[in-house]
C-alpha cells in the first residue's frame, strides 16, 4: 500500500484528515497503509474519491494517477 502512503502525504493529509474524508477510523487507516489489514471495496472508492485517483490506481493495474471522468453522484459526494 506504498502507492497509498504516497498519495496521501503529496496531498499534505493525515491519517486523521483521511479518516474525516473517508470514515474509515484512523487506526483501520494505519494498518491498511502498513499491509496489516486489506481494503474492502468500499473503504477502497471512499479512498480513491479522497485522493482523486482510480481504485485501479490503488490497487497498482496502472500506473495513471489521474481518476476515470466521475459520475455527477460521484463529484457530489465530495
Known amino acids: 500500500m506504498t502507492r497509498l502512503k ?3 502525504k503529496e496531498k499534505g493529509y493525515t491519517q486523521i484528515k483521511m ?8 487506526s ?15 473503504q477502497c472508492r471512499r479512498i480513491a ?8 490506481y490503488l490497487a497498482g493495474l496502472t500506473d495513471e494517477r489521474k ?5 455527477e ?3 457530489n459526494q465530495k
Open 49 to 56: 474519491i479522497a485522493l482523486d485517483t482510480s481504485m485501479d
Open 6 to 8: 504516497e498519495l496521501r
Open 67 to 71: 481518476p476515470y471522468p466521475r459520475s
Open 28 to 42: 483501520d487507516y494505519s494498518k491498511i497503509e502498513n499491509g496489516k489489514r486489506y481494503l474492502t471495496f468500499e
Open 19 to 26: 479518516q474525516h474524508l473517508t470514515g474509515i477510523d484512523q
Open 73 to 75: 453522484s460521484v463529484k
